[in-house]
């Protein structure tokens, strides 16, 4: 009986050309997932930076000269708004620096973290969103971020 044989050239090519497309593709997720990260960061801090609420900050007016920030009226009651949230509660705004590879694909995200105590950012998220206000008006802007990425990583 003869034997019947299949030689195919060109497979290790196929298959680098196939690697080569699913790094790029990694690559191009990571960079998209980084970007819409600060993109929601960005967002999230834009809410936390309101009108000041005191128009005096600085050394009272008994040990020296006081700043004047020339706001009108010279104060806004507790009732209408965070104010301006500074400190150590904006500074720890971030997302994760490195994405992490899961099953699904990629995972990271974006939170308040640092040296900031769970009861305050707690009690003033609940008072004042700034995070759920933040990621809502992030979000319209991820799929052109993502469908750039994925272009640009398919196209080469």
Same mark, same amino acid.
């Given at each position: 009986m003869a034997e019947l044989g299949i030689h195919i050239e060109g497979l290790a090519e196929l298959h680098a050309g196939l690697d080569r497309m699913s790094r790029d593709v990694d690559?191009? #997720?990571v960079a998209a997932?980084?970007?819409t990260q600060n993109i929601a960061k960005g967002?999230?801090?834009?809410? +936390?930076?309101g009108r000041p609420r005191w128009d005096h900050r600085g +050394?009272?007016?008994? #040990? =020296?000269?006081?700043?004047?920030? =020339?706001?009108? !009226?010279?104060?806004q009651p507790r009732a209408g708004g965070p104010?301006?949230?500074t400190g150590t509660l904006a500074k720890g705004v971030g997302g994760v620096r490195?994405?992490?590879? #899961? !099953?699904q694909g990629f995972a990271g995200g974006v939170g308040v973290g640092g040296q900031v105590r769970n009861l305050y950012k707690g009690r003033t998220e609940g008072r004042f969103p700034y995070l759920k206000p933040g990621i809502d008006k992030? #979000?319209?802007?991820? =799929?052109?971020?993502?469908?750039?990425?994925?272009?640009?990583?398919?196209?080469?």
């Open positions: 690559r191009a #997720t997932l980084k970007a967002s999230v801090r834009a809410q +936390m930076r +050394m009272s007016e008994r #040990t =020296g000269e006081a700043v004047k920030l =020339g706001l009108s !009226p010279h104060h104010g301006r949230l490195k994405p992490r590879k #899961t !099953p992030a #979000t319209p802007k991820f =799929g052109a971020v993502w469908l750039k990425a994925w272009n640009r990583a398919v196209h080469r």
